[in-house]
């Protein structure tokens, strides 16, 4: 029996119940981006103004305590156990999404991924990958440009920071994909790489993340 990735009791999954009751979905997510909403059902004013080239998003938790402690051990501390569990809690999530729907792991720049040594976005991908069967397209996307931190910029310098930031590196063979990230805060680098993807071919972009920003 495995021991759970944040408390290590005896568990049979990577989370045990207790530390699974810290997961808090968002609630009333914008339609679009996931975003909690005073209501149920709704898209959020800046999708209705600025309409993003996904057409979902999927996410388990709010980024808040400890969740945004988790996201942090994973990006930075190199603790690649809590992929394992970030990737079991989307599972649950996307067993409505078609087997055949490939996933894109959002991408690092080079740069960046040599000083890490790993893309925490490709390390949970890779496991609903194997647990669903399903294909991953690890280099199909490429980051162009070596941004600098969304989270140390305001929000007009991170709709600047990520434009044109990405590439299709390969032919994707695929009408939808699913593209993976670990958060989401502003939603600028997902918009920028589904736009991307759309304007290669691909007809539809689902967005699956462990966490979404509440502001």
Request: with cysteine; hydrophobic share 40%.
């Amino acid at each position: 029996m495995q021991r759970c990735a944040i408390c290590h009791v005896h568990s049979t999954t990577g989370l045990c119940s207790g530390c699974q009751s810290l997961i808090k979905a968002p609630e009333n997510p914008c339609l679009l981006c996931a975003k909690p909403l005073p209501h149920a059902g709704a898209i959020c004013g800046e999708c209705r103004s600025d309409s993003p080239a996904f057409n979902q998003t999927i996410c388990a938790a709010i980024y808040q305590a400890p969740i945004d402690k988790w996201i942090q051990q994973l990006k930075f501390g190199e603790q690649l156990d809590r992929a394992r569990l970030m990737a079991e809690a989307l599972l649950s999530l996307m067993g409505e999404i078609d087997q055949h729907i490939p996933l894109i792991p959002m991408p690092l720049h080079i740069n960046r991924l040599r000083k890490r040594g790993y893309n925490q976005a490709f390390e949970i991908a890779r496991i609903i990958a194997k647990k669903q069967n399903r294909a991953l397209l690890g280099g199909a996307l490429i980051r162009v440009k070596n941004t600098a931190m969304q989270a140390e910029l305001h929000e007009k310098q991170r709709i600047k920071n990520v434009r044109s930031a990405f590439r299709v590196n390969q032919a994707i063979g695929h009408n939808k994909v699913v593209l993976i990230d670990d958060v989401m805060t502003t939603g600028q680098t997902m918009r920028s790489a589904a736009k991307c993807l759309v304007g290669a071919g691909v007809q539809e972009v689902i967005v699956v993340v462990f966490a979404r920003s509440g502001g």
